[in-house]
């Protein structure tokens, strides 16, 4: 009993867990509030299945940015991957026809675009050096650049009906395939993190980059990697995204690269590397996606629901700034007060 408390004493003591913790309250309290101002409609079966349905494009993506920050960098360019694999994806589908291999080839094209978009940043961010900010900026615009060529600035449509039949589908009305697809994910990701020794050297090397290279870790490689998995993520992303719309486009999702990074700092992944779990990004995700749609199904518009957005950002960040800090200065005094008891 003794050895539960001492467990739970150090989750709750630690930063990033109590950040996690207190965002989750948060989460409760704002469920309960839609369902009670929804009277119910909140936790229908069809607002509950809509819910589920709009997560698994962005809650990739910003599984993405989170390996990314782990390891001190950044992403910009991943929704121009998605784009582009979707893209071409969709113009390979669309150029087989009826074809039994079509949407194998569309999906299998898709991921080897995205591995190789991931192993180019990786490339240039690793092994040349240039900061991920500067490369992903520019491989975004040339990603972007590719895919309005190959589709001449239009939407590719009808390609694959088994692709949106899969989107569109569920498991008892509730659970959509998709979503089990990004709960597949986000296991494989956290098993990852916290269970193989790839996963703990990408925490030491966000933690001290310039100090794991002169360690045992190949930190080049490391860090090339990890982009590596963050073109495949957004590819999947991508696949995702035109199988929901049955359409393929160069400029879809164009405002889910802030959203990524709104979710990913609620959910305390640490910009300068070295801290972020999976939870903590899932439950962002699903705090944001609960203000969403409770403020959807009271009839607020879009522009209302952005700036409720930025203005919860604001408040949870500030709000875990000042706790934290708290936190902080009642450990100095407990430090200072055991020092005075000791020197008398």
């Given at each position: 009993?003794?050895?539960?408390?001492?467990?739970?004493?150090?989750?709750?003591?630690?930063?990033?867990?109590?950040?996690?913790?207190?965002?989750?309250?948060?989460?409760?309290?704002?469920?309960?509030?839609?369902?009670?101002?929804?009277?119910?409609?909140?936790?229908?079966?069809?607002?509950?299945?809509?819910?589920?349905?709009?997560?698994?494009?962005?809650?990739?993506?910003?599984?993405?940015?989170?390996?990314?920050?782990?390891?001190?960098?950044?992403?910009?360019?991943?929704?121009?991957?998605?784009?582009?694999?979707?893209?071409?994806?969709?113009?390979?589908?669309?150029?087989?026809?009826?074809?039994?291999?079509?949407?194998?080839?569309?999906?299998?094209?898709?991921?080897?675009?995205?591995?190789?978009?991931?192993?180019?940043?990786?490339f240039i961010i690793a092994r040349i050096g240039v900061h991920p900010i500067l490369v992903t900026l520019?491989?975004?615009?040339?990603?972007?650049?590719?895919?309005?060529?190959?589709?001449?600035?239009?939407?590719?449509?009808?390609?694959?009906?088994?692709?949106?039949?899969?989107?569109?589908?569920?498991?008892?009305?509730?659970?959509?395939?998709?979503?089990?697809?990004?709960?597949?994910?986000?296991?494989?990701?956290?098993?990852?993190?916290?269970?193989?020794?790839?996963?703990?050297?990408?925490?030491?090397?966000?933690?001290?980059?310039?100090?794991?290279?002169?360690?045992?870790?190949?930190?080049?490689?490391?860090?090339?990697?990890?982009?590596?998995?963050?073109?495949?993520?957004?590819?999947?992303?991508?696949?995702?995204?035109?199988?929901?719309?049955?359409?393929?486009?160069?400029?879809?999702?164009?405002?889910?690269?802030?959203?990524?990074?709104?979710?990913?700092?609620?959910?305390?992944?640490?910009?300068?590397?070295?801290v972020g779990k999976t939870s903590g990004v899932i439950i962002a995700l699903v705090t944001l996606q609960?203000?969403?749609?409770?403020?959807?199904?009271?009839?607020?518009?879009?522009?209302?629901?952005?700036?409720?957005?930025?203005?919860?950002?604001?408040?949870?960040?500030?709000?875990?700034?000042?706790?934290?800090?708290?936190?902080?200065?009642?450990?100095?005094?407990?430090?200072?007060?055991?020092?005075?008891?000791?020197?008398?």
């Open positions: 009993m003794t050895e539960i408390k001492n467990n739970f004493k150090k989750f709750f003591s630690d930063r990033e867990h109590a950040n996690t913790l207190r965002l989750l309250i948060i989460a409760v309290i704002i469920l309960v509030f839609m369902t009670i101002f929804t009277n119910g409609k909140f936790v229908s079966v069809r607002s509950i299945n809509s819910m589920l349905s709009l997560i698994p494009e962005l809650g990739i993506l910003s599984l993405a940015i989170m390996l990314a920050m782990i390891v001190a960098g950044i992403d910009l360019s991943i929704v121009a991957i998605a784009n582009l694999s979707g893209v071409l994806a969709a113009k390979l589908m669309l150029s087989m026809g009826s074809h039994p291999a079509s949407l194998t080839a569309g999906i299998a094209l898709a991921l080897l675009i995205g591995l190789l978009c991931g192993y180019f940043n990786g520019g491989t975004f615009q040339l990603y972007r650049g590719i895919a309005i060529i190959v589709s001449k600035g239009y939407a590719i449509v009808n390609f694959s009906e088994s692709l949106t039949h899969f989107s569109n589908s569920s498991i008892f009305g509730i659970f959509p395939y998709i979503f089990l697809v990004f709960a597949l994910i986000t296991w494989l990701i956290s098993y990852m993190l916290n269970n193989t020794s790839f996963g703990q050297s990408m925490y030491l090397v966000g933690s001290n980059y310039k100090a794991s290279k002169y360690s045992a870790l190949n930190s080049e490689r490391i860090v090339h990697t990890v982009y590596v998995l963050i073109g495949a993520l957004a590819a999947i992303a991508g696949l995702i995204i035109v199988s929901k719309t049955n359409s393929a486009k160069a400029d879809y999702g164009s405002s889910y690269i802030l959203q990524t990074i709104l979710i990913c700092l609620l959910g305390s992944v640490n910009w300068s590397g070295g609960f203000l969403n749609s409770g403020f959807t199904l009271m009839r607020f518009s879009n522009f209302f629901l952005s700036f409720i957005a930025g203005a919860f950002l604001l408040f949870v960040l500030i709000f875990n700034h000042y706790i934290n800090l708290y936190e902080r200065k009642q450990a100095n005094r407990k430090l200072l007060a055991e020092g005075v008891i000791k020197s008398v």
